[in-house]
């Protein structure tokens, strides 16, 4: 088993649309949780951190569940720059960063 | 915010040869940094852990004498790629630990012909 799962897509929307994205987890110890957002043939960047409480940034909103060790990021009125390949990122608790293949979307006008 | 610079972009080899890419944190001081390869449509995966003056440490499966690193300064990681062939063909991205997130490089992308 992989230990970050993600459903890798593509997800194809019209604009505005709202998309959901998903991602599971098997270390039950990891304690840092992260959305990185990766363009084509460029470097992850940062999109949010996951808290337990969930947050929310702009259009996008990010919730974790630690019992179920399943995250998501929620995107709301999608626009065309949202198009991307979205990585889920979890910490093994050995200071390293696991990374999720991936769940590419493409926003459509 | 942080800047991580990495160079070359892309590189274009003959097989047999030895390619190093750069890894500089610009503007703070990174103790920790990672180097990671992606091949196409695939993740991000672990090479190794490269902690300033100190011997890097690889993960399982990543030969350590085939990939050099070197991270001399608080500021700088190296990574070479000894003895190149074609299935190393891939992108090679760094990171660097700052203190409330990992910073990335832009990303070497490497084809051995």
């Known amino acids: 088993r992989k230990e970050v799962e993600q459903d890798p897509g593509p997800f194809n929307v019209p604009e505005g649309a709202t998309v959901a994205f998903n991602c599971t987890y098997s270390?039950?110890?990891?304690?840092?949780f992260f959305w990185y957002r990766q363009d084509c043939r460029k470097e992850p960047k940062l999109l949010m951190s996951?808290?337990?409480s969930g947050n929310e940034d702009g259009r996008f909103t990010a919730q974790l569940n630690r019992a179920s060790q399943y995250i998501s990021l929620l995107i709301r009125d999608s626009k065309l720059s949202d198009s991307a390949t979205y990585l889920c990122?979890?910490?093994?608790?050995?200071?390293?960063?696991?990374f999720g293949q991936g769940t590419e979307l493409s926003v459509k006008p | 915010g942080a800047v991580v610079s990495q160079h070359p972009s892309r590189v274009i080899c003959k097989s047999g040869t030895s390619v190093k890419i750069e890894c500089r944190s610009l503007d703070f001081q990174a103790t920790t940094m990672f180097w990671y390869r992606q091949f196409p449509k695939q993740s991000l995966m672990l090479m190794a852990t490269?902690?300033?003056?100190?011997?890097?440490?690889?993960e399982q499966g990543v030969e350590k004498d085939k990939f050099l690193i070197n991270h001399a300064s608080l500021t700088l990681s190296t990574l070479t790629v000894t003895s190149a062939h074609p299935e190393d063909s891939s992108f090679y991205i760094c990171?660097?630990?700052?203190?409330?997130?990992?910073?990335f490089g832009s990303g070497t992308r490497l084809t051995v012909v």
């Open positions: 990171s660097a630990r700052g203190r409330d997130e990992d910073t």
């Open positions: 490269s902690n300033e003056g100190s011997k890097a440490t690889y």
């Open positions: 270390n039950s110890a990891s304690q840092s």
């Open positions: 996951v808290y337990s």
């Open positions: 990122v979890v910490d093994n608790q050995g200071g390293k960063l696991i």
